[in-house]
């Protein structure tokens, strides 16, 4: 008697709902495209757009985590040699569910770099709070104008006492947090495959390591370039920075794919290692 199939209603109502949201945002950007773009329009506007961007994407998150948390009860296949043949999303499905720790800590790690190296969070131990930004103690702000979705509203906070701003904008937090979430399944899997492997795999590897380089840059490209050319390139580094940031779409249509492929690559790569493996085993 052939098991049945788990449900994917929850996933795929998720995903389309986010999906309907991203493009009802559009929709509405292009509707009220003045209101984005002249002072003294009303802040609505923007924050209306947050809004829809933030829906969209828990939306959106909510249908990934619940499909890899269905894929958690698929089971191998066993053919009749007694060979088991393990599914791509049960793989990636344990990476995130049985090795919790590695996969929070790795993609926390992450967003705190890419939040230091790309300007969402600035240590300026030499700028005095007062003088160059007007607070003497803990301030928060929010620019509504002006720009696309992707860049209003902007939200500051400033921390005076310890040199400390922070800079909030839709596509610098949602870069953030999906390219974070990808690094981190990646270095579960890869770590999983190096510990089944006893060898390192340096192609599923090397997809990983240029992901994640990419990413820096993904959501801003002039903070990056900055960051790690004025180590190198001195004064070069502000104009290199500049003609980067133009090819910001570039760089993110490059990163998300690599991040992808590396995690199919190395989801392959297990469950060759697996076949054979006993239908009960797992990935812990």
């Known amino acids: ?17 986010g999906i309907v949201l991203f493009t009802v945002n559009n929709i509405f950007y292009i509707s009220n495209l ?64 049985l090795q919790k720790k590695l996969f929070v800590s790795a993609t926390a790690v992450y967003a705190a770099f890419f939040a230091l190296l790309d300007g969402i969070l600035v240590y300026q131990p030499n700028v005095n709070f007062a003088i160059d930004y007007a607070v003497n103690s803990p301030a928060w702000r929010v620019a509504t104008c002006c720009g696309t979705p992707a860049y209003v509203p902007v939200g500051l906070l400033y921390l005076p006492a310890q040199h400390v701003g922070v800079e909030l904008f839709p596509l610098s937090v949602l870069l953030m947090l999906i390219v974070s979430l990808l690094v981190g399944l990646n270095l579960a899997l890869l770590v999983k495959a190096l510990h089944l492997s006893r060898s390192q795999d340096t192609k599923g590897a ?21 960051f790690f050319l004025s180590m190198i390139a001195g004064a070069g580094a502000t104009a290199f920075s500049t003609i980067i940031a133009q090819y910001q779409p570039l760089i993110v249509a490059l990163t998300l794919p690599l991040l992808f492929f590396s995690i199919y690559y190395q989801a392959k790569s297990i469950g060759s290692i697996l076949q054979g493996c006993a239908p009960e085993a797992r990935l812990k």
């Open 34 to 97: 003045s209101a984005f773009y002249e002072y003294g329009a009303s802040p609505l506007y923007s924050y209306t757009s947050a809004l829809i961007i933030a829906l969209a994407t828990i939306s959106l998150g909510v249908g990934a985590f619940s499909f890899l948390d269905m894929q958690q009860k698929v089971s191998p296949v066993v053919n009749e040699s007694n060979t088991a043949r393990w599914p791509l999303g049960r793989i990636i499905s344990d990476a995130v569910f």
């Open 206 to 226: 090397a997809g990983s390591v240029l992901g994640a380089a990419f990413g820096l840059f993904a959501g801003c490209p002039t903070c990056a370039a900055a």
């Open 1 to 17: 008697m052939e098991k049945a199939r788990p449900v994917y209603s929850l996933p795929r109502i998720a995903f389309l709902a």
